[in-house]
């Protein structure tokens, strides 16, 4: 499993090599109370509150950076800190992609705190974020025939190439093309040349960028 945040805007990515022991997600529905005389309260479901993901875990430092026990590539606490200081003072638009977890979302940093621990260099931290949800206009639903009429042309035309957009993720790739994001790891080994050409000189071993054009497996 490896964590990694990304700002969809520019690309930048923190990639968090020692994973922390749990991540809470917590999602509850809003209710709002009415105090009706002859009924008494009643309460009313009017929406669901934002999901909210949270854990806290330590950022290596420089001493452990060797470490074959970390996962991803390292990158120092102080540069990590000041990634999350500028986020939520911005409040950049975020990704945060879970390996081997159905957790693909977009998102706030809420809140942050973070401990200088000596010694080999390392921070505690503590991380809350927030799931960013756009303000729309709802499509017209379509009608059952023009929904089946979609569906089918879909599976008529299997999708054998893909051209990498803004904010996609080989895991975000991989659910909408391959209708699983565990099959994130098909497209890696058949695009491995591609992928790895634009990483040699740093960045994630899994990062994409716009424009790419990635091989669907069959």
């Given at each position: 499993m490896e964590i990694y945040l990304t700002q969809l805007d520019n690309g930048t990515t923190v990639s968090l090599s020692m994973l922390p022991e749990q991540i809470q997600m917590q999602a509850e529905t809003r209710f709002a109370s009415y105090d009706i005389m002859s009924m008494g309260e009643v309460r009313l479901p009017v929406g669901e509150k934002l999901k909210s993901f949270?854990?806290?875990?330590?950022?290596?430092?420089?001493?452990?950076?060797?470490?074959?026990?970390?996962?991803?590539?390292?990158?120092?606490?102080?540069?990590?800190?000041?990634?999350?200081?500028?986020?939520?003072?911005?409040?950049?638009?975020?990704?945060?992609?879970?390996?081997?977890?159905?957790?693909?979302?977009?998102?706030?940093?809420?809140?942050?705190?973070?401990?200088?621990?000596?010694?080999?260099?390392?921070?505690?931290?503590?991380?809350?974020?927030?799931?960013?949800?756009?303000?729309?206009?709802?499509a017209k639903r379509p009608t059952a025939n023009a929904a089946y009429n979609s569906i089918s042309r879909a599976n008529q035309q299997q999708q054998a190439s893909y051209t990498v957009k803004t904010g996609d993720s080989l895991w975000s790739i991989a659910q909408k093309v391959l209708g699983q994001g565990s099959r994130y790891g098909e497209i890696y080994q058949l695009n491995q040349g591609t992928i790895d050409s634009r990483n040699k000189k740093g960045g994630n071993k899994y990062q994409i960028y716009p424009g790419q054009i990635l091989k669907m497996p069959g």
């Open positions: 949270s854990w806290q875990g330590v950022l290596p430092g420089e001493g452990r950076k060797k470490q074959s026990y970390l996962a991803g590539r390292w990158q120092s606490p102080k540069e990590i800190q000041e990634i999350f200081s500028l986020w939520r003072v911005t409040g950049a638009k975020l990704r945060l992609l879970i390996t081997e977890t159905p957790i693909n979302e977009d998102v706030y940093l809420a809140s942050y705190q973070m401990t200088y621990m000596g010694g080999y260099g390392d921070y505690q931290y503590q991380i809350q974020l927030i799931a960013r949800k756009e303000l729309g206009i709802k």
